[in-house]
Structures are given as C-alpha cells and as structure tokens.
C-alpha cells in the first residue's frame, strides 16, 4: 500500500514547512514538495498540520491496583489513544513482591499479546530488588528490549522499595544500558500523614491531598536526584507536579547532572480545588495529587526551560462503582485518572493556543523527546525518511467539547466534562496504514504491536 499525505503543513521539532509525505508499506519513503510521487491513496492534508504520532510514555492498562483493575485494557485503551493522537503508549509491569520479574512480564503478556489496536511497549517496576532480580536486568534489556525500570519510593507495603535497593537497582540498571524512572514521592511520610488523618476520622477526597503535601515530593526527588547522580545512571521522575520538586531537579542541573523529568497533562490544567467537591474530588484522587495554580505556572516554564522533557498522562482509568470503594474512606479510592484520548488536543489548546508553547515545543513533548529518552528514536517520534509512518493529521481550528457522552474510553466520567477545545485529531496513520479516519476506527485488536525498545542513551 502507498499513501501520498499532499499540501500538510509538516512540522517536527525543528523544520516546519508546507509539503507532502510518500508513505510505501509501513514507512515514510520521501518528504518534500511538490512530490512526483503516484500513491493508491492521496491524503489532502491542505489547512491541517501533519505531526509525528503522539507517544505516552505512562499508561496503566488492565493494571491490577488497590483491589481492583484499571478499566482500560489493551484494546479500548489503545484505540482510545488513538482517536486523540497517540499511537504509542509505554504501560507499567508490576513485579509481585517475593516474585521473579520474569513471571509479571508473563502475566502481562497474557493480557497485552493480541489485543492491543495502536502500539505499545512495556516498563518494568521493580519492586523486590534482590540477588535473584538483579539476574534478570540483563535479559529483560537485551532479550525483551524493555530498557527502562520503574521505581515507586511510595505505596509503602505493596510496591515500595527502599534506598537500599533503589542504589544497587541503579548500579545494575546502568551496568546494562537502562535508565531508572521513579515515582519520587517520601513514602513514609505519606504513610504516616494517611494514617493521621484516618485517625482523626478526616476522610474524604480532599485528605488524600493533604497526606501528599509538596515537600513529599520535593524531598525524594532531591534524594531520588543525588542517588543517580552517585551511581551514574540515567534518572527520569514520572508525574512530577511542583514546584517544589522540580527545584530540586533545577538543583541538581547546578552540579551539571542531566534528570530527566517527566509531568502529566492534568498537573498542566486541573488544581487541587477539584478537592473541596465533596465525594466528587473522587474523580481526581491520583498520585501525587492535583496542585496549585503556581504549580502549574511553574510547569509550563519548565517546559519552556528544558528542564520538563515529557508530558505524558499516567493514564489509570477506574470507573465510578470502582472509585466508589474508597466513599467512606479516602485511603481506599483507586488512584488514578482517564486521560490517555485528550493529552494530545489538551496540551495543544492549552499550550500552543494559548501561546505557552511553540509549536516545535508540542512535538518534542508529545512524541520526539520519549521516543529518544526510550529508545524507539527515530523510527518513532519523528516524521522523517525511513521512520515508521505514524502520522497525525490534525485541524489546528476545530472547535470540539470533551464529554463522557463522546469519548472512547472505558470509563464513565470524564475528569475534563465540558472542557472546550480548539484543535481535533482528524486521521491517524499508525505504521504506513489509516487506522483513524474522522471519528472512525479502521483497524481491530491486534493491529498494535509490542515495539522492543533499544537501550538508552540518557541523551535527547
Ligand atoms: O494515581 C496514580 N498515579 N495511579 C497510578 C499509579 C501511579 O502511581 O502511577
Ligand atoms: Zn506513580
Ligand atoms: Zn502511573
């Protein structure tokens, strides 16, 4: 099959030009104007912007959380990420503690394999660093091509490990070419703020804020920071949030150390005064919290300071029956929120719209910087000659309302109902083919592929 995508606007992070793209099979075979090229199927790409497909590097599908299991699987959850802009997605294997690594990539497989609609690769969060784990570092990154590893420094009792094997994970991480991704938060402190407040029966959404005060996060990002920095291995903070903790990343840059940080799209957008709605605040119980208006103001010039890499979703949908298991106790909610179809539109009405950030800014963030921070560059992130055809065709002036009613994902809320946004995902090619085509889904389960990622460079 040959596409010929004519008179687009071509941006990617550094060119931006009206011209066409000749796609054969699953690869962009030629970029220029006028192209000569005759192709099965023309594109007439006049008046929209052609952009590298979305990836988001934090989604947890089919996941096995607080009880229960987020509510995207594989399939709804990718194609719902398609319909946005997104054609990659990088999701969160849990290692069972006293368990093998080897065994929780297999009970992902047994939910991921055959199922997914657009692609997607896996992270691996170690939660049980001992000599036996430590043995299957190397395999999981030559053999899997899963290059990075996931720590939690919270959720003390289930997924939590402490700076003991964080170091030595670290050590062995770098020894095979991988990078360690963190969600820097002070557990034990957090532990303890929970425990407080329970005691003294406060125990709506609104408390799940306040047992995540900013210094949590500030704090173990610095330490998260120096233990990278003392064993060389490159360092990505997921979902970072604030202030706070992104000075202590700044801090660190003092001594010439690259961090790499990485924030959400709800951090951008959403404030912690969705927690004074009662029960409601449910909607947006997630980990770490919603902060401040400054926060926000401190992100978008960390985007533009190069100190923020990534926007990504921490995609964790749960349903409102599920959300409801935490209604008499705050500690109980699942953690977590549907994001994953809006990052795309969101951080363009929001960002570029509103003149927050450049265009060639939006492209980094949204595709190009997590395919090299994770090692699928250039054959993902880029639209360029030989890279995979991933390609997003986007109205830069259609207006569209976010709504639980419209929306694809499998969940029945919406964390951004009402929201009104200017820019819309029109058609999507994943790997050479349209899989989205104006509200429709051309492509079933199975289409998406597992992509084994390289190991990383720490560069971008
Ligand atoms: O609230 C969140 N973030 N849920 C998913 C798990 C995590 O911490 O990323
Ligand atoms: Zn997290
Ligand atoms: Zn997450």
Redesign the pocket.
């Known amino acids: 099959m040959s596409i010929l995508i004519k008179n687009g606007r071509i941006i990617t992070s550094s060119s931006d030009f009206i011209g066409d793209v000749y796609i054969q099979g699953e690869k962009i075979v030629a970029i220029g104007q006028n192209l000569p090229h005759k192709a099965e199927q023309v594109i007439d790409a006049k008046n929209k912007l052609v952009l590298p497909g979305g990836i988001d590097p934090?989604?947890?599908l089919d996941m096995p959380f607080m009880g229960t299991y987020s509510s995207d699987n594989y399939e709804t959850g990718t194609r719902a990420a398609l319909f946005g802009g997104t054609t990659m997605v990088i999701d969160?294997i849990l290692q069972t503690q006293g368990k093998s690594l080897q065994h929780a990539l297999d009970q992902w497989k047994g939910r991921s394999d055959g199922n997914a609609v657009g692609d997607y690769s896996f992270h691996m969060a170690v939660t049980d660093f001992n000599p036996d784990t430590r043995q299957e570092i190397k395999k999981m990154v030559e053999e899997e091509g899963i290059t990075s590893f996931k720590t939690f420094m919270a959720y003390k009792g289930a997924l939590m490990i402490d700076d003991r094997q964080m170091v030595a994970l670290m050590e062995e991480v770098k020894r095979c070419g991988g990078m360690v991704t963190v969600?820097a938060t002070n557990g034990d402190m957090i532990d303890y703020l929970i425990a407080k407040h329970r005691a003294e029966g406060k125990l709506s959404p609104l408390y799940h804020y306040l047992s995540q005060p900013e210094v949590t996060e500030a704090e173990a990002s610095g330490r998260f920071a120096d233990m990278a920095n003392y064993t060389g291995v490159p360092g990505y903070i997921?979902?970072l949030t604030c202030e706070g903790a992104l000075n202590a990343v700044r801090n660190a840059t003092r001594r010439n150390q690259n961090v790499f940080v990485e924030t959400c799209i709800q951090y951008l957008t959403l404030d912690a005064s969705l927690y004074n709605k009662d029960f409601d605040g449910a909607k947006w119980v997630m980990s770490p919290p919603l902060r401040q208006k400054k926060d926000q103001e401190t992100l978008w010039a960390g985007i533009n300071q190069g100190l923020v890499q990534v926007v990504a979703t921490?995609h964790?949908p749960f349903k409102w029956e599920q959300k409801l298991m935490g209604k008499d106790d705050f500690s109980k909610i699942p953690n977590?929120h549907p994001a994953i179809e809006h990052r795309f539109e969101l951080l363009f009405s929001e960002g570029v719209n509103k003149g927050r950030i450049s265009l060639h800014k939006f492209v980094e963030i949204i595709a190009t910087n997590p395919a090299k921070l994770f090692g699928v560059f250039p054959s993902k992130g880029s639209i360029s000659v030989g890279a995979d055809a991933d390609i997003v065709i986007f109205d830069p002036k259609q207006k569209h309302t976010i709504s639980a009613d419209t929306h694809h994902m499998n969940v029945d809320y919406s964390a951004y109902e009402g929201w009104k946004l200017t820019g819309k995902t029109k058609t999507v090619l994943l790997r050479g083919k349209v899989v989205i085509d104006n509200d429709t889904c051309l492509v079933d389960k199975g289409y998406g592929q597992f992509i084994k990622r390289n190991k990383v460079s720490g560069k971008i």
Request: charged share 10%.
């Open positions: 934090h989604v947890h969160f969600h997921v979902h921490d964790c977590g």
